[in-house]
């Protein structure tokens, strides 16, 4: 699988949503759309990074927040009509990568007025899912919802949080290395990741650690199967965001199943610090090129590993 | 396991966030909040209805839309400072019982001004996540983070979409059952069922079908254990929301493990009308009192299986 780089996804530098451009040059010489002409811009293997909704696709419906989008494909180039049953290949299938993985997806819109038509720059949307439905011509088109990241959400949390130390609890008798905890010297997470229950979002750390381990759970060494290739998930340790202030560092993440990332998360199980599984048995799969920060191994079996859940269940 | 009425969680008709209450006795009497004094309002066994934010836990922090809440217990009747441990037990384990279930939480503000004070509904909150800290005091509580629901959006989508019938691909050689889906008949899904990525919404229907299959995969048959009891997800066969306007009833309902719930999000595999599964090997479990109409699975297949996907992979 050829590497991601990481600036071909997420915003772009100085171009805040509502930005807008007179025309598709200006808006390819941004760096917001990769292409002059097509309405996606994807990399074949990586997913999709932009598209521009230009109103040239008749079953495709716009709501703001929410976007049902066509694909590409079986489109006459004489009268621009569907005319042939689209396949979920090429960008199609990238735009698939980009649910699988949590990538995503820069969109624009063209406005188009009395007079003339210009390019407004919307913001970052997710593939939320995809589907396949017939067109309005009977033909088959590949649909795929758009959700907007509430990226809002985000910035007032990260304003409003203690930017202090986050708190540790450190009974008597834990090791001495879960309280000198470095956490400053990851630096905070950058401000656009939220904590938004089981929204994977990506980010350069989690495409790495995912890919590192063939999308395989570290747990259980199961590997998911979609349209576009493996799913997993990246489960940080010590949570992002307040009051936890994990980083986003590779040092900090799990590439995990969804069943084990659920578990994590409730503390149904733990990871001593030589990678034996507490709660469940087994021992941690690990990578030479993934090395795991036991310190925040000893933040999550002190805050959120419960030994003794099993028991306190129904 | 106890049976939940479905009325003590989630919204109380009537009541608007911003609503505003003289007294505690008066908010005990809209139904909001089932306790005159407590500040936790739960069943055991089934979850906490309402909570309501007094100031009176000097571990909480409240920044609108996200507030990290202070669990019961441990404290001085006398001086109302923390001089214990708290334990996850009582209302503190119903709170982990709503992040497992999905469960609304009704949250109120208590707001003091100089010469009174009074009560203000602030609106349902989700439980994201539980663990242990230690307090100012140095004694461990129990923390949760709740997050406001996004009933804005929710709603937004429902005005904007489109009020006629979903549309629904019927290639030729399909059974005719799937074209005469007799959507309608199951009237709509509620308003505030929305449809964001894996956060699973709770609803009469969605917790009756875990407790039939006693949280058990209905494909792979694992049950996940967390400190609250079993962990399962409601997957919905035909989406709730637009485009697709599922219903949200038991014939359309599956109980599934996270893994077998991304995997049939993604389309990876289907159910035959038979309950023999698609894609993959085996026989969808199933229960006496929870049938399935297979015009839902037939809609699944239609838009989202896809037979080669393993093909179509990397």
């Given at each position: 699988?050829?590497?991601?780089?990481?600036?071909?996804?997420?915003?772009?530098?100085?171009?805040?949503?509502?930005?807008?451009?007179?025309?598709?040059?200006?808006?390819?010489?941004?760096?917001?759309?990769?292409?002059?002409?097509a309405g996606i811009?994807a990399?074949?293997?990586?997913?999709a990074?932009?598209i521009?909704?230009?109103?040239g696709y008749?079953?495709?419906?716009?709501?703001?927040?929410?976007?049902?989008y066509t694909g590409r494909g079986g489109r006459?180039?004489?009268?621009?009509?569907?005319?042939?049953?689209q396949t979920?290949t090429g960008a199609n299938l990238e735009l698939?990568?980009?649910?699988?993985?949590?990538?995503?997806?820069?969109?624009?819109?063209?406005?188009?007025?009395?007079?003339?038509?210009?390019?407004?720059?919307?913001?970052?949307?997710?593939?939320?899912?995809?589907?396949?439905?017939?067109?309005?011509?009977?033909?088959?088109v590949w649909?795929?919802?758009?959700?907007?990241?509430?990226?809002?959400?985000?910035?007032?949390?990260?304003?409003?949080?203690?930017?202090?130390?986050?708190?540790?609890?450190?009974?008597?008798?834990?090791?001495?290395?879960?309280?000198?905890?470095?956490?400053?010297?990851?630096?905070?997470?950058?401000?656009?990741?939220?904590?938004?229950?089981?929204?994977?979002?990506?980010?350069?750390?989690?495409?790495?650690?995912?890919?590192?381990?063939?999308?395989?759970?570290?747990?259980?060494?199961?590997?998911?199967?979609?349209?576009?290739?493996?799913?997993?998930?990246?489960?940080?340790?010590?949570?992002?965001?307040?009051?936890?202030?994990?980083?986003?560092?590779?040092?900090?993440?799990?590439?995990?199943?969804?069943?084990?990332?659920?578990?994590?998360?409730?503390?149904?199980?733990?990871?001593?610090?030589?990678?034996?599984?507490?709660?469940?048995?087994?021992?941690?799969?690990?990578?030479?090129?993934?090395?795991?920060?036991?310190?925040?191994?000893?933040?999550?079996?002190?805050?959120?590993?419960?030994?003794?859940?099993?028991?306190?269940?129904?």
């Amino acid at each position: 699988m050829p590497k991601a780089s990481p600036s071909i996804f997420g915003p772009i530098a100085g171009i805040a949503p509502s930005h807008e451009f007179a025309s598709r040059l200006e808006l390819w010489g941004s760096g917001v759309h990769r292409q002059t002409q097509a309405g996606i811009s994807a990399r074949q293997g990586l997913g999709a990074e932009s598209i521009v909704l230009s109103g040239g696709y008749e079953d495709d419906k716009d709501w703001g927040a929410v976007i049902i989008y066509t694909g590409r494909g079986g489109r006459s180039a004489e009268t621009n009509q569907q005319v042939a049953d689209q396949t979920l290949t090429g960008a199609n299938l990238e735009l698939v990568r980009n649910e699988q993985e949590g990538l995503p997806l820069r969109v624009t819109r063209k406005v188009t007025t009395n007079h003339s038509s210009f390019y407004r720059y919307a913001g970052l949307y997710r593939v939320v899912s995809h589907w396949a439905a017939p067109g309005k011509s009977g033909h088959r088109v590949w649909r795929f919802r758009l959700e907007l990241l509430p990226e809002t959400v985000a910035l007032d949390e990260e304003t409003e949080a203690p930017s202090g130390q986050a708190e540790l609890f450190a009974p008597p008798g834990l090791a001495d290395s879960a309280a000198a905890e470095p956490a400053s010297a990851y630096g905070p997470a950058p401000r656009r990741v939220s904590t938004t229950l089981r929204i994977v979002r990506d980010t350069a750390v989690t495409r790495r650690v995912k890919v590192l381990h063939e999308h395989c759970c570290q747990v259980c060494g199961i590997q998911l199967r979609g349209a576009a290739g493996p799913y997993a998930e990246a489960a940080h340790i010590r949570p992002l965001g307040a009051p936890h202030h994990g980083p986003d560092s590779l040092e900090n993440v799990l590439c995990l199943c969804p069943n084990h990332h659920v578990l994590f998360d409730l503390g149904s199980f733990g990871v001593a610090d030589d990678g034996q599984l507490l709660g469940i048995s087994g021992q941690l799969r690990q990578h030479k090129k993934h090395p795991i920060n036991p310190v925040f191994l000893a933040y999550q079996r002190v805050h959120f590993y419960k030994p003794n859940a099993e028991a306190r269940g129904e």
